[in-house]
């Protein structure tokens, strides 16, 4: 069985070998930038981030039987204040004709645009490759827990989700968008402007152009590449469709990459999220897919969650015996659910 949790400062070690092993924007291959992590969200879930709009949680899943972080994802409770906007190309069309020449001609169109009271954003998931496309479906199970958590804590999120898919990159990486465009305006590689993005995105609203930009003068691979969901991330894309998210017509300014929302109380899975009570008797047969959550008020470890077969009967809940060992719970705790399905 996999464990769902918050990230330990003593995960550094787990969380280095998996960022060797991809190196994604979502989980660089950086001693330092993973150590500021990891400290936001250990202050962030203990509550220490004294706003709660300037938190951000990180969730490890756990395979317990050989203590391996296999995975990581992210909520930011607020992507877009006024010391770090939300920033980001709205995406239309115009339309152009000359009488004389008879012509019509559509054009996509690149805005920037900024936010500085954006949404709650989910991100930052990555799975170890040798566990995906596995019956235990790591990479759902890292997706849904965020909706999970952010049910459980409806008031300190926002009241719309963003998720910013990864369009078709180049096979060493690179975005083509960024070397079309954003490299010309700031000299910086893709993997340098998304590190320094982190902590300063000043230099974005000062190099790059405030003026609309038409998408025709960049080369075809380009432009088809615009709002583009890359084939890794297709998946990703039908899960949150089917949860409520929609493209908004509104894209990454580094890669191109389609921005998903949905208002948070749209979501399906934050609909049917419920509270229960453990019940005294074990559970081992088929029932309901669930993801079930407890949590503490103090301790190091404070969120868990795992997978499992239960059985429901009104507000109590039933759990195998094994479930109960990892979520450290006894009888009558409160346990927060969403169907896993």
Partial sequence: MLVL??????????????????????????EETLEAIIDKSVKSFAGKVKDPFEREYLFVLE???????????MIIAQHGTYDAPHIYYEVSEREHY?????????????????????????????????????????????????FLFIAMHRRLFRPRVLAELLP?????????????????FTGLTYLEADRLSRQNKEFIKELFPSSDIYASLFPD??????????????????????????YVERIDPFD????FEAD??????????RTVKLADEDFELEGDDVLVAAERESGRNRFRS????????????????????????????????????
């Fill in 98 to 146: 000359s009488a004389s020449l008879e012509r019509h001609l559509r054009h996509k169109v690149l805005s920037i645009a900024y936010n500085y009271e954006g949404p709650t954003e989910i991100g930052g998931l990555v799975v170890d490759p040798p566990y995906r496309a596995t019956p235990d479906k790591p990479g759902k199970q890292l997706s849904f827990v965020r």
């Fill in 5 to 30: 949790r918050d990230v330990q400062k003593t995960d550094l070690p787990g969380l280095k070998r998996l960022a060797a092993v991809l190196n994604t924007v979502n989980l660089p291959n950086n």
């Fill in 63 to 73: 395979d317990v039987r050989n203590n391996l972080i296999i995975g990581t994802s």
């Fill in 264 to 273: 948070t109380a749209d979501i399906t899975l934050v609909r049917r999220y």
């Fill in 168 to 184: 078709p990159l180049l096979p060493d990486g690179r975005s083509l968008l960024w070397e079309a465009c954003g490299k010309k």
């Fill in 221 to 246: 691979r380009v432009q088809k590449v615009l709002g583009e969901v890359g084939p890794a991330t297709r998946g990703v894309q039908r899960m949150l469709e089917r949860v409520g998210f929609r």
């Fill in 306 to 341: 795992v997978r499992c077969q239960a059985r429901l009967d009104n507000t109590v809940i039933y759990l195998p015996a094994r479930a109960k060992e990892i979520l450290e719970v006894k009888p009558g705790a409160k346990l927060s659910i969403i169907p896993f399905e």
């Fill in 256 to 259: 191109g990459g389609p921005h």
